[in-house]
């Protein structure tokens, strides 16, 4: 298999991801859950990903589908398309698996995976996240990382855009 379909292989969903995660919790490995647009993918992102990576095992990212992100993010978004998101972040070595999701939160994704960790960054209290009642009801546990100031898809699309 070469670098390319390694990234491919790691973008994935539910029937392939299945059997995967009896495999990770017979092995007792860690398994922490997170999830976003990630439009444009900047160092914000990227040290969120890395502290979420370093909270478990195996990093599972929930992918916000394009339909998905124009009903969150309005029209003219996604800035790109799906797969070229969730081939961006598969690339990381510290990313395990990518799955897209089309609905608006990702609650059936966080109960089909059930994780050990659920990640989100920002001002939320535990109890305010989607999923946080299923993760803590099998003994999970919820973690929010700090958003970095002045890194935001949005200050970087008004940057552009001010740029023209």
């Known amino acids: 298999m070469n670098d390319m379909e390694y990234i491919q292989s790691k973008v ?3 029937e392939k991801l299945k059997y995967t995660l009896s495999y990770y919790r017979f092995k ?3 398994i922490v859950f997170t999830n976003g647009c990630f439009d444009l993918l900047h160092r914000g992102h990227v040290e969120y990903l890395l502290k979420a990576s370093g909270l478990g095992d195996v990093l599972i990212i ?4 394009d339909n998905s992100v124009q009903k969150l993010k309005g029209p ?6 799906e797969y070229t998101r969730a081939l961006i972040l598969a690339s ?3 990313v395990d698996h ?3 999701f089309d ?5 059936h994704l966080i109960e089909f995976l059930q994780p050990d960790v659920l990640v989100k960054g920002g ?3 535990p109890e305010e996240i989607v999923g946080s009642n299923v993760v803590t009801a099998i003994g999970g546990t919820v973690q929010i990382i700090d958003y970095i100031p002045d890194f935001s898809t949005t200050k970087l699309i008004d940057k552009l855009k001010s740029a023209e």
């Open 12 to 14: 994935t969903n539910e």
């Open 28 to 30: 007792g490995q860690k």
């Open 62 to 65: 929930g992918l916000n589908s």
């Open 76 to 81: 003219g978004r996604p800035l790109q398309d």
């Open 92 to 94: 990381f070595s510290f």
């Open 98 to 100: 990518v799955i897209l």
């Open 103 to 107: 609905e608006d939160t990702p609650l």
């Open 123 to 125: 001002d939320y209290m």
